[in-house]
């Protein structure tokens, strides 16, 4: 199991993508560096017993036993089944309830999707300050960190360079084809924090 965000060639157990754990890890290191010693976190993972799920949780928490995050707290924490944006608006107006202004500043999230969720649970509150990170480099939230109508609680996003996997998965079939037969079990390609800083680099995926 090797935990990867890609494709899978059906020829060959052979994973073409990102590293889950490596996501994980840029997201909560990200939010951690952005309040210095006084991180406070809310984490909302993707569905559990899933691989990705686990490994970009334990690249999470991982993150925050390192220097950077030293002083951080992660206050609470829920699983969000299918990446759902429902469920997730829903936990954020449950801990916007239950929280007060200041209890927590940044909320750390498996994917994009969920992260519009968080976003528009926000927006509802009328809760500012408060970080937003995701995954896939997709969709509005995306947007919401490099497009025209901004959102400043759009941190920052993970580019899993899905072109690059589109194209190894064709160079890797057609060794296939052509009977080479050793491969590595995992292809790797870059895992790329985005932010607004260096967003107009990694376009949201189509």
Same mark, same amino acid.
């Given at each position: 199991?090797?935990?990867?965000?890609?494709?899978?060639?059906?020829? %060959?157990?052979?994973?073409i993508?990102?590293?889950?754990?490596?996501?994980?890890?840029?997201?909560?290191?990200?939010?951690?560096?952005?309040?210095?010693?006084?991180?406070?976190?809310?984490?909302?993972? #993707?569905?559990?017993?899933?691989?990705t799920?686990?490994?970009?949780?334990?690249?999470?928490?991982? $993150?925050?036993?390192?220097?950077?995050?030293?002083?951080?707290?992660?206050?609470?924490?829920?699983?969000?089944?299918a990446?759902?944006?429902?469920?997730?608006?829903t936990?954020? *107006?449950?801990?916007?309830q239950?929280?007060?202004? #200041?209890?927590?500043?940044?909320?750390?999230?498996?994917?994009?999707?969920?992260?519009?969720?968080?976003?528009? $649970?926000l927006?509802?509150?009328?809760?500012?300050?408060? %970080?937003?990170?995701?995954?896939?480099?997709?969709?509005?939230f995306?947007?919401?960190?490099?497009?025209?109508?901004?959102?400043?609680?759009?941190?920052?996003?993970?580019?899993?360079?899905?072109?690059?996997?589109?194209? %190894?998965?064709?160079q890797?079939?057609?060794?296939?084809?052509? #009977?080479?037969?050793?491969? $590595?079990?995992?292809i *790797?390609?870059?895992?790329? %924090?985005?932010?607004?800083?260096?967003?107009?680099?990694?376009?949201?995926?189509?």
């Amino acid at each position: 199991d090797w935990s990867v965000t890609g494709v899978q060639t059906c020829a %060959l157990p052979i994973y073409i993508g990102a590293s889950a754990q490596i996501a994980g890890f840029l997201e909560m290191q990200y939010v951690c560096k952005q309040f210095p010693g006084h991180l406070k976190v809310m984490g909302l993972w #993707g569905t559990p017993g899933v691989s990705t799920s686990n490994e970009r949780t334990a690249g999470a928490m991982q $993150a925050l036993k390192t220097a950077a995050c030293r002083g951080a707290k992660l206050v609470a924490q829920d699983y969000v089944q299918a990446e759902s944006q429902q469920q997730s608006y829903t936990d954020t *107006q449950d801990w916007l309830q239950r929280y007060p202004a #200041g209890d927590f500043n940044a909320i750390v999230t498996y994917a994009d999707d969920m992260s519009e969720g968080v976003l528009e $649970a926000l927006h509802s509150a009328r809760r500012t300050g408060v %970080l937003v990170t995701g995954a896939a480099n997709f969709g509005p939230f995306a947007e919401a960190i490099c497009g025209p109508k901004r959102n400043p609680e759009a941190a920052a996003t993970v580019n899993f360079a899905t072109n690059d996997e589109g194209t %190894l998965m064709m160079q890797t079939a057609l060794k296939v084809l052509k #009977g080479q037969k050793h491969f $590595a079990q995992w292809i *790797q390609v870059p895992a790329t %924090l985005v932010t607004s800083s260096n967003c107009k680099a990694f376009p949201p995926a189509a």
